[in-house]
């Protein structure tokens, strides 16, 4: 059985450095093709695609945001981490991670399982 | 690559039939995914790959498309099909969601 989870605090502060962990399980991150992302949803608004790490520890941002992230992974702890630097009020949104898998036949194939997401509110 | 998604909403009855369109800004194959979002709940993946079903996925749920244009049919509105919809590309980086399709009832 796959779950995902999200961890991390629920209010930081402006300027602050966000860590966020997605500890998950049901699958290992260092077979063929597998795939972990994280999204957010700001209040009201879209889906927005942030980070991606892969089975070769190969990562890719959202340009917008990519010099304020950093993804990471710790394969003996099933976990995915994202660190994104110089919190502020824009950035309040639930963050989810997800996974998806990648075959050189079908490409990625949907992001099939997520966790149930984690409310971070910038305020001071 | 921008995903426009139309309509950005709709009403709609229990029975009838909902058909949602994308357009992506360039060609992306058939690398694209539908999502299903409740209020308050995490998206679920309905639609890969433009037209696979995902597995558990009830068989009125249906993706068609390839290219720059595709859509999502529901052929029989149920009331738990009441939501928001989402597509997705997946065809380059980085990865693009649609701003979505709210399912309301009529």
């Known amino acids: 059985q796959v779950t995902l989870r999200e961890s991390g605090p629920a209010v930081v502060k402006p300027t602050q450095t966000l860590t966020l962990t997605c500890s998950f399980s049901?699958?290992?991150?260092?077979?063929?093709?597998?795939?972990v992302s994280w999204i957010r949803q700001s209040p009201g608004e879209a889906l927005e695609w942030l980070a991606l790490?892969?089975?070769?520890?190969?990562?890719d941002y959202s340009p917008s945001l990519k010099t304020r992230l950093t993804i990471s992974r710790d394969t003996s702890k099933n976990q995915v981490f994202l660190t994104m630097t110089n919190m502020g009020p824009e950035d309040t949104a639930t963050y989810y991670c997800?996974?998806?898998?990648?075959?050189?036949?079908?490409?990625?194939?949907?992001?099939?399982?997520w966790g149930q997401g984690a409310l971070v509110t910038v305020s001071s | 690559i921008q995903l426009t998604q139309s309509p950005s909403s709709l009403s709609a009855s229990v029975g009838d039939r909902v058909t949602i369109t994308c357009r992506a800004s360039q060609g992306i194959s058939s690398y694209l995914a539908w999502y299903q979002q409740k209020s308050g709940k995490a998206p679920k993946l309905l639609i890969y790959?433009?037209?696979t079903l995902q597995s558990g996925v009830p068989s009125r749920f249906s993706g068609s498309g390839s290219g720059t244009d595709f859509t999502l049919t529901i052929s029989s509105l149920q009331p738990e099909d009441f939501a928001t919809y989402y597509c997705?590309?997946?065809?380059?980086?980085?990865?693009?969601f649609g701003q979505g399709t709210k399912v309301e009832i009529k």
């Open positions: 049901g699958f290992s991150l260092t077979t063929s093709g597998m795939c």
């Open positions: 790490i892969d089975w070769e520890d190969d990562k």
């Open positions: 997705q590309q997946l065809n380059s980086y980085p990865v693009t």
């Open positions: 997800a996974r998806t898998f990648y075959s050189e036949s079908s490409g990625y194939q949907g992001f099939d399982y």
């Open positions: 790959t433009a037209s």
